[in-house]
């Protein structure tokens, strides 16, 4: 039978259940070899050569050289360690973060310092309204998200 | 005897720890968040323990996906401060209670919870933010440390009666453990956060605070919420909230309230702090 994933229709939400973490193991590892500075090294040298050295899918490769991070977790990344790839890169959770929901770190920090982004729309199955002007949070990734 | 005398919750953001190594803390963004420390700091200087039980969560830097432990008990000497991408925090080393954590595993694992004992860790910010919050700057951590990492990053983490039982567990080793020393337990992470995909920077007052309100007045009720609420009202990240109920657990029942702090934003996320003694 299959499990229960009630956490499956939250808009804008990938859950890092043990499907995805069975998607994303190299590439996750990949991610975490970063905290090493002579692996930061190698990879800054050449990410191409860095990531055949991982039995990574060639999707999850492409995600990383184009640091697209909802593509990342859609392939069974998560964000704990995908971390270590934009802390390669000098950035910040708030970068990355920014950059995942499309909005301009500027608009985002603004968002931020005003609130953050509002809880309502929470239910799923229905389009909730973006309280921020940024990208909205709806399920515009849900194609993404491989395990639905 | 032993004695836990305190309980102590805090949002253990790595921005925090950024903002307090590069001097950051006056600037008007930060200002704001350390202030509701300065008290917590006053108090921590008069009532420093001799040893803090500190229950946090591990960001994928002493665990890979080769390990992910449930609940994990830092038994060693000491715990080097992690290298997360940008170098270790400069902070002092972590200094642990190696005789205290192996009673409790022991005394835990025979009231049936399977505890996984760690000799060798590094610790990340989630263990050095608290305690650079509650101690400041000092050359060397005022009390020993021992680390307890709870899985919160591959879902399902523990449920919140399941942390909170095992505060309960931990009540009863720490009472039964002959050298009389004074424990604090803490519970660190939270609160309401998302940290990914479009959702990211969700934030929820309301349940922050009703947590807040809920965690002293009734735990009972509050550790029977399931994950799907925390995830869904606060965030896929606020589910470290769980981590909290440990520390409640092995409080008394009732608890004197002695501080509160809550402040949007910390980066991402929103910090809420609680200093609890016990009667």
């Known amino acids: ?37 002579e692996n930061r090294e190698r990879f800054k040298a050449n990410e191409r050569a860095y990531l055949d050295e991982w039995k990574m899918s060639e999707d ?7 640091r697209d991070y909802n593509r990342m977790i859609a392939l069974g990344g998560n964000i704990y360690f995908l971390a270590k790839i934009f802390a390669t890169d000098g950035k910040s959770f708030q970068y990355a ?3 995942m929901t499309g909005m301009s770190q500027e608009d985002y920090v603004k968002m931020m310092l005003s609130g953050g982004r509002s809880p309502e729309s929470n239910s799923g199955g229905r389009s909730p309204e973006n309280n921020s002007g940024g990208r909205s949070p709806d399920g515009s990734v849900t194609g993404e998200k491989s395990n639905g | ?64 996906l080769d390990f992910i432990p449930t609940f994990a008990i830092g038994c060693a000497e000491e715990f080097q401060p992690a290298d997360e991408g940008w170098g270790p925090r400069p902070v002092p080393v972590v200094k642990g209670h190696p005789e205290l954590a192996a009673h ?25 933010v608290p ?19 709870v899985n919160v990053v591959q ?13 309960k567990a931990i009540r009863r080793a720490i009472d039964s453990f002959d050298a009389g020393l004074n424990v604090q337990i803490w519970g660190t992470g939270g609160m309401s956060h998302q940290l990914q995909g479009p959702r990211a920077g969700l934030i929820n007052k309301e349940f922050d605070n009703r947590f807040l309100d809920r965690i002293v007045n009734e735990p009972d009720e509050l550790a029977k919420v399931p994950h799907i609420d925390y995830v869904r009202e606060a965030g896929s990240e606020g589910i470290e909230l769980v981590m909290w ?18 402040h949007v934003p910390a980066s991402n996320t929103a910090v809420g702090h609680l200093i609890l003694e016990n009667s």
């Open chain 1, 1 to 37: 039978m299959a499990l229960d994933k009630p956490y499956s229709n939250i808009p804008g939400t990938t859950i890092f259940d043990a499907d995805q973490s069975r998607r994303g193991y190299w590439l996750n590892q990949f991610a975490m070899s970063l905290m090493k500075a």
């Open chain 1, 60 to 66: 999850q490769k492409q995600a990383v050289l184009a």
């Open chain 1, 97 to 99: 973060a920014a950059l």
């Open chain 2, 1 to 64: 005897m032993a004695r836990i005398t305190a309980g102590v919750a805090t949002s253990h953001v790595p921005a925090i720890g950024a903002a307090l190594d590069l001097g950051k803390t006056q600037e008007a963004y930060w200002a704001p968040l350390f202030k509701g420390y300065e008290f917590s700091k006053q108090w921590m200087a008069a009532n420093t323990p001799d040893v803090v039980f500190l229950v946090y969560n591990d960001h994928a830097t002493a665990f890979s």
């Open chain 2, 104 to 128: 409790i595993a022991q005394s835990v694992i025979q009231s049936d919870f399977d505890l996984t004992i760690v000799n060798r860790m590094d610790v990340d910010h989630g263990l050095t």
């Open chain 2, 131 to 149: 305690l650079s919050l509650m101690f400041g700057q000092p050359q060397e951590w005022p009390c020993k440390v021992i680390p307890f990492a």
């Open chain 2, 155 to 167: 879902y399902p983490p523990p449920s919140g009666m399941r942390c909170y039982q095992l505060g």
């Open chain 2, 245 to 262: 109920l440990i520390m409640r657990g092995a409080l008394d029942a009732k608890v004197r309230q002695v501080h509160r702090f809550y």
